[in-house]
């Protein structure tokens, strides 16, 4: 009994992680419809950099999520302009392979500058855990589950709450609609990408102190956040939130009660059947079609 | 007050507007009637910055707006109200009506003040601003996107079949409406599938066929004409 | 002084002689040279080019991106070097078996393609191949896992180098490219080529999309899966993380985009250019930084292709090269078939199609006939619901409630290939043409029978120029429909639907957008399809035009049919008038 327990902990725990790593692709992917394959690549620079700012300065590595979010956006925004607003009108296929292509690209740069070695910060609480009854709750993935939390209210409240939220909503709805109320959907587009780049600074740091990292590290985790953003219907934050959760839990049972091997499998196999299956994500609801002409 | 002149305009390789010639007096309610394909609805994008013409010139209070983005025009005081998806289902009514001053929206406590206003005048901002809009009927929905289109104190407002979709019933709620910005100085011009109704709220008619301007005039002179349908839709063998 | 006509002309010899020039150097150069080093690289440009090819089938032809083909390469080794290991099967013997396994693979992925398209299949291929990863490193027991799968050393003497490896994978690249040409040039690649222009309608016209699909994708499974045996051996050990490895299903799609996605000799091209720098690198650069450097080449490679060069080499190439002249256009009077058999009299029987969406009901109990003796118009307000309904009837939609029967048979379960078949076609407000295909080819194209023969048969040849013809088109029978204006396009759309010698025809406003000239022309052609004894049922606004044209018209208002008659008793039936020009203002409020 305690061992379900605390495989559930543990699932729930590295699901919110999970979601955290998802929430920049959940912008892009559910609201754009942009499959970026850099996802996990942006992911690990910022782990770099986090790491980078742990290992000169001493910072904090979630303290300094918030400084690296900065630079994160301004690369989302370059790599929109150059890159994906060019494609997505010739062929969206070409998009995959551009951004695949610019995520090779910075792997290289990352083994060229900090080289293949594994790494990882180690702040105080990396090894600490807190005991609550019988339950073992690694404080690591505590904090990590707590930040995901809290990012993906930010994220929510600014698209339910803000000018550029609402206008995000309507052009992705509605793109000829929200043009007749003077909002572009190409510069939605680009604050689009910033917001999302910059977003994983914050799953960046967590990477940073709860996994060793090497830069081909980018792989496992661009399968992984493409899991849970499909699964959790896209462009839903609070529904990316849950099916982190869900996968989290569904690897940590696998893991526990049938081989830690075939744990990894997991959210591919999930990607496959939800796909064929249930397009749409586990999440929303099927869209009322609009009224035929 | 507008002044469009040998507009040319169309999707790809297709031509719908094949040199049209339309004059709409300052604060005056407008209606454009015709089959589909005439082109109506092409005039009213074209205006409105959708859809950029291949010849001829759009002119609004003598300023000339051909080819402008959307935003310019909005700016210029001309704003549309189209056919179908005007509003963001998943936004409330409130969010709905706020976007329409979209380009003001630096000016956070004007445009509050004019929803205000405008709720006094349009009882659903008031009783119901957080339901959804993709929630409310099609009388409803009409009645925010027209709240919306005043949010900017527009001087030209464009509306594209107001009274698609809507029941019989409705029909004289959108009269009044349309009654009411006009006599607040706002300039209308509307396309209508619904010609009595268009003909019996308009001053002035304009008659569109196959891209162009087939007849225009007094909405009672055009209503009251003989063989409407003929000139609508070309002439009919066994009628004379 | 050379003019760029003479070179042009000097050119063509030389164009067709260096394929096989090509391949007897290939052939030699081992037993001419002894470097092994060279042998090498080409062994793996061997099987880059195998893979590339197999990939342009579905890719490039049928326009299935797919990020996961080193799934086939890794099946077809691991399945070579599991029966060599275990079952001491020559690995010579073993890889057609490993063509079998990646086959099987490839059918399953073909079935996917029923719900995912586009970007999710791309998606979908990615998955597939880490989940393959992940269960071959985890059956350890079968596949050696993460420790490896040693396979026999091979057995003949060293003085014969590489070569027992060599000549089958040249060997097989000859296959292989030989299969994708024939392909390309067969009904099968002309019918892949529409699927990837325009599934849709493709499926409108009757082609078996499903099966179309399933051939091509197992084609390009099989030969890249004996292939992948064959490497097999070559390396002789085989690590899953090393084999399903993402990069090799990179260097594949980078080749063929590199050389020309969907041309023949494309991936090809791409494979020789990018297998050598693909070696170069891996041996010339030393210490730890070359594998990052190795990577940040063929990602600035990748992205440099896919932003500047969308369409690969080989398409620029050959816009400088002189093309085969075209074939004289002849224009052949071919008999108009006979009338069909007048029987049952009610080609179109409609009843009860009802659909919603949302809340609003489009179609609202639609009962409609369509007899073989009078031209049906179909005609009523915006959003009365006619294109609704024609999309029920076609299948486009699919129908709950209600029945519709052709010609006496029931189509209310049937998809839409097996309503084109039943005698069912259709044409669209905007005309639907196949772009990558000739106007005679977009006739053609429904032909199913042999499919592995000639795109266009002398015989049907032919008979599509008569028919284009007759529509005054034979003119642009080897054109590209982007050359022609929209007028145009309509009629070719037309001769579509006469190709297929319909039992009814459905036009979707067929005078739309076009000169009063040509909708005259056009009204002519409808009434001798209906003289041949073709059902009619057309929608259209130009009143003008259906009072010329039917004898018969039904008027559709808010989803209900609200009268039918002649032109002369509807056009004169209050309700109609009143829905067109639309209910009074008055404070009475209908019931």
New interface residues.
Partial sequence: MIELGQALVFGILIGGVYALMATGLTLTFGVMKIVNMAQGAFLIVSTYLCYALWQHFGLDPILAAFVVMLPMAALGLVVYKLVIERLERIDPGLTIVATFALALITEAFLALIWGPNQKTTTPVYFNQAIHIGQLVVPRAQLYACLLAIVITVALRQTIKRTWLGHAITAASENPEGARLVGIEPARVGAWIFAIATGSTAFGGAALSFLYQFTPDTQDAWLGLTLSVVILGGLGSVAGAFAAGVLLGVAESLTTAYVSVRWATAVPTLLILVVLTIRPQGLFTRLTRQDAAS | MIHIEGLWAGYGGLDILRGVDLRVARGSINCVVGPNGAGKSTVLKTISGLLWPRQGSISIDGVDLTGKPPATILHAGVVQVPQRNGLFAKLTVRQNVLLGAYIHRKRRKHVEQRYDQLAQRFPLLRERPDTPAGALSGGQRRAVEFARAMMLDPKVVLLDEPTLGLDPASLAIIRDSVRAMNADGVTVLMVEQNVRFGLTLAGHATVMSAGRVALTGTADEVRDRPNLMDVFFGAVPGRT | MITWAGWREKCTPLRRAWIPVALAALIAFPLVSGDIYYQNMLIVTFMLAIGASGWNIMGGYAGY?S?GNSLFVGLGAYTTGILAAKDHVSPFLGCFVGGLVAATAAALLSL?TR??R???F???T???L??VG??A??LSGLTGGSQGLALPLPTWSLSYQDWPFYYPMLGLLVVTVAVAAWVRRSKLGMGLFAIRDDEDKAAGLGLRTAVYKMIAFVLGGTFVGIAGGIYAYYVTFLNTAAVFD?ITS?LI?LAV?LGGRGTVWGPVLGAFIVAPISNLTSTSLGG??A??????L??????AV??FL?RGVLPVLSRLLPTRPPVPVQPAHVPVPAARPVEPSDVLVVRGLRKS??G?R?VDGVDLTVPRHEITGLIG???S?K??LF?LIDGTIPSRDGSITLAGRSLDHASRPARAHAGLARTYQLPRLFGSLTVVENLVVPERHHLWSTRVTPVERARALGVLDNLGLAAYADSSPADL??GQRKLVELAQVLWLDPVLVMLD?PA??ISPALSARLADLVRSLHQRGVGILLVE????FI??LCQRVCVLANGNVIAHGS??EV??DVAV?DA??????L?A??S
Avoid at chain 3, 291 to 296: E, P, V
Avoid at chain 3, 298 to 303: E, Q
Wanted: hydrophobic share 50%.
């Fill in positions: 991106l990020l996917v719900r995912t586009g970007m999710y791309v998606i979908v990615f998955a597939a880490q989940l992940v269960a490193t985890t993402i990179v799609v985009l730890s930084d594998g990052a450097i190795r990577l940040l063929f990602g600035g490679l990748l992205g896919a932003i969308p969406f949302g609003l489009a307000p915006n959003g619901g294109t609704t999309n204006s929209y406003e739309a957008g606004h130009d009143l003008a009072a010329d032109v002369a056009s004169a008038v067109y020009l639309g209910d009074s203002v404070p409020v209908r």
